[in-house]
């Protein structure tokens, strides 16, 4: 809510400091995660939004809603990059037998070499990545953050 004029916006709690910090440098990291991307994936037919379907369907078929909810993307957002992956030949689209028109999009072989190259990869590169940090420590990050993104809900 924004402050009405002239009126002094209140101080932040401790956490609420630290709350901000934190959300700033996820805001840091995903730009820098972002820029990295391109060189863990390789392939130009590839993005993060469509790496992420591509895992996401790794073991079985989602409509574009579910993966939507699962990856935190809009139903949009999803069907065309799922749209996309289809053009390129990695994912089909399949008939779901749950509902009449939403179908299943599932891994193409070629899409599951591609996503096999794909956490090859990314393997590399988080095992050299994760170099130096405590085990502890990240899980801690990690906790905070899943707490961070339920109490976003």
Do not use: Y
Not at 19 to 42: C, G, H, M, R, S
Not at 64 to 92: C, H, P, V
Not at 101 to 125: H, I, M, P, S
């Amino acid at each position: 809510m924004p402050t009405p004029k002239g009126k002094k916006a209140p101080a932040r709690t401790a956490a609420g400091e630290l709350l901000t910090d934190l959300v700033l440098q996820v805001f840091k990291a995903n730009t820098t995660l972002e820029t990295a991307a391109p060189a863990v994936i390789q392939d130009d037919r590839i993005n993060s939004p469509k790496w992420q379907i591509l895992g996401a369907i790794r073991h079985e078929g989602k409509t574009a809603a579910q993966l939507g909810r699962e990856l935190g993307m809009s139903r949009q957002i999803t069907l065309w990059n799922a749209r996309s992956l289809a053009g390129d030949g990695l994912i089909a689209f399949e008939a779901n037998p749950n509902h009449q028109r939403a179908q299943l999009a599932t891994l193409t072989d070629e899409g599951r070499e591609v996503l096999e190259k794909l956490t090859a990869n990314q393997v590399a590169w988080i095992n050299e990545l994760s170099g130096g940090f405590d085990q502890e420590q990240l899980s801690v990050a990690l906790r905070t953050l899943q707490a961070l993104c339920e109490r976003l809900r």
